[in-house]
């Protein structure tokens, strides 16, 4: 029996409900647990999954609890679910008694140095939060999407007059002397100072880094937004002049999708200005000759691989020795054998967006249009499920059509999991591309369910199901410990790649458009 | 800067390194512990009164919003 329960007025954060959620789904008799705050998003999704909420019977302010078990258990079982709201279950005894302050001002009187708010409450609170953060002199991290772009343009302004920064809104990643704050991996501390308004980008960059060796000591994100003409790239800026005034920064990196053209030129300008050598990654653009002190990448793997060769040979690189490794980068990705050929269409289902989106701009080229929710190009932009479409398709499930009312995939994988096993049936598909990101703020055991489902499924390589193709974002260090997933992903019979820029490649290679096969639907 | 020696708030986080209040999820606050962050975790509850709630009792109250 599916029934709903609210309780009036109460906050939880979006994780302490799904683990309760999770917990309850454990007990006996629990066929679905479901635990949201009441905004129209999540009434939405709670509906279609079968509760009846009656209209005006609540408020964005309320805890819906959805519970499908036998009509005798539903109230033993809802109380379950406040004491452990109450009193986590998987809390330490020493975490449920140390006080927590509850408002900005009473954090600052507990801790006075503070220098940083990070900001991760709904949408609608954010910009409050974040203004009064500004105005007691505070740096901002915004991770909180739905912010207002108007909010945004005034955040910037007053934190830009005060100087401080925010990074954000929907800025998940950032890394401040070597310690990462949200989305963000475990890697080394050095001579590397980034900007980007991409947050998997910055971290693929980062992992990319660390495995050539190379430590990064600041990694600043800004949003997406923030490179747009309305914003005018306030905090890139600001950012990345933080950075030239660093002494122990040597490269200065810019990481993000194409800015506007004037941002653009002011990112440009300011690294030109900086006295150190710089590599400007905005994804795709082919359009900037290299202009010494300031390199150019396409992508994230070859950013970082400029990045190599700048530290290794200094101010005085050439333009022909970067040129060289790049091309030895390229030449290193590995070809699919003509025989692992797959007919069929590529689906890419993605946590990270501008994984999603580099995975587009690598395999365009080799397989014709890619569509997206998320497109290189207006013109390719589907809604919602498209996977579903006949065609090449990349879905990057961390756009807000999925997250309204979910967590971020990157914490909770369970809906691309869904996704992925629908399109394992499908026989029009050849080959499917995944990432998985690694690190701090990323779901602990983030490739269990997918390995279990495979398994279940009786998926093996090389069999008639499509080809699974994957990349890591992530370090040995982080904790899930990169070689423990990629244990588990190729005894799954994934073929695991280190580099998404690599993976997206072997998947273009793999996949031929189906021959022979009727078109399923337009 | 007003002062030549006061030092820019972003420059101070820089080389200082991170110093935070978390106010939301949880789970950054344990990350950042793990990584001896020094961190203050705000139990964050929405505003009770929306600001149109708050004019309505204003005018209850007799005051001129």
Partial sequence: MKNMHIVKGVYYDSVTLMLVARELKQIEDVREATLNIATPANIAIMRQAGFEIPEGAHSPDDLLVGLDCPAERQQELFQTARTWLASPPWKKESEKTTYQPKSLDGALSILPEANLALVSIAGRYAAAEATKALERGRNVMLYSDNVSLEDEIRLKQLAHSRGLIVMGPDCGTAVINGKGLGFSNACPTGPVGIVSASGTGLQEVMVQLARRGIGVKHGLGTGGRDVKTEVGGISFVDGLNALARDPDIQVLVAIGKPPAAEVRARILATMEQSGKAGVACFMGDRNHPDAPPVFFATQLEECAQVVSVLLEKGKQVDKATVKQARQALFGSYPVPPPHERKDGYLKGLFTGGTLCYEAQFM?????????????LHSEQKVQGNSLSMTGHCMVDYGEDEFTQGRLHPMIDPSLRTERLLEQLKDPMVGVILFDVVLGYGSAAQPVDELVAALQQAGYREGSSFPTLVCSICGTEEDPQVLSAQRTKLKQAGVKVFESNAAAALFAALLAQSPQGKEEKNG | MDSKHAINPLD?????????????????????????????HVQWRPPLATQGLLQKLQKIGGESS
């Avoid at chain 2, 820089?14 to 209040?21: T, Y």
């Fill in chain 1, 363 to 375: 395999a365009q080229p080799i397989v014709g249009p890619v569509w997206s929710n998320a497109p």
């Fill in chain 2, 12 to 40: 101070a986080l820089l080389q200082k390194g991170p110093v935070v209040v978390n106010m939301g999820m949880e789970s950054f606050f344990h990350d950042l512990q793990a990584q001896e962050v020094p961190v203050v």
